[in-house]
């Protein structure tokens, strides 16, 4: 299976927009996408909406235990939010192109900041489980490039800049929110590999020596495929388990559950802090045209 289609990606992703785009209530300002575990979150917004995946045409559908799988349209604060309870994978057998069709779809809708975030494994032995770590910058060179292929004009650039993926700004809002909220915060570099297994421990020696603190199989494709669109961009993840070898105990996805559920209420003071916080950027941004070039 080719892990690309870019040849139809946009119309695909067009046709996802146009058959849901009437039951959509408003704008999204800011796109967030929960990870494993944490899905629970978008329950606490005041929502507006609901959309299934399966209701979407052409939608990618996320077969992942723990993750719903649909868009919820809400406030938080002052802050008109489209959240993704469930994200597609691309150890799930999808192209990349539809890995990343969510993100652009959120874009679509009008989303200028996407606000990423996963559960992963600790690679630093300085963390612990039960962690949350802001990704300062990602390692994604073991899994495709969400942009190979025929470039998607209407979206971005050729060739795209990666200096500067996640924003310090929203950086700088995420520790400020960590502050005020008394929750303790690491920072550091997330690697994507491709999964479903988890790592041996020569993997993570080896993400280790790449510069690696946490380890997982998401977000950095869709932050590239952000990116691409110069969205702002950041992320948390939660550091659910230790990685294969910096303890004894075999991993499970289980494990990635438990860890969530126990900092569940943290998490969610954390994440609606920064949302609310991050009004303060999204009223001095412009609102999105319709090409990402324009």
Known sequence: MSGHDTENAYAKLSACHESIKDRI???PELALVLGSGLGGYGDTMKIEAVIDYHDIEGFPISTV?????RFLFGTVGPVKVVCMQGRIHYYEGYNMTDVVLPTRLMHMMGARILFLTNASGGVNTSYHAGDFMIIRDHISSFVPSPLLGQNIDELGTRFPDMCEIYDRDLIDIIRRSAREEKID?????YIQLTGPNFETPAEIRMCRALGADAVGMSTAVEAMAANHMRMKICGISCISNMAA?????????????E??????????RLITRCVINMNDVLS???VRTERADE
Do not use: C, N, W, Y
């Open 65 to 69: 235990a723990g993750h719903k799988g």
């Open 185 to 189: 915060i690491q920072e550091g570099t």
């Open 25 to 27: 209530p408003f704008s």
């Open 245 to 257: 070898g910096i303890t004894d105990s075999p991993l499970t996805h289980q494990e990635v559950q």
């Open 284 to 286: 001095g941004m412009p």
């Open 259 to 268: 860890t969530a559920d126990r900092r569940a209420a943290d998490f969610t």
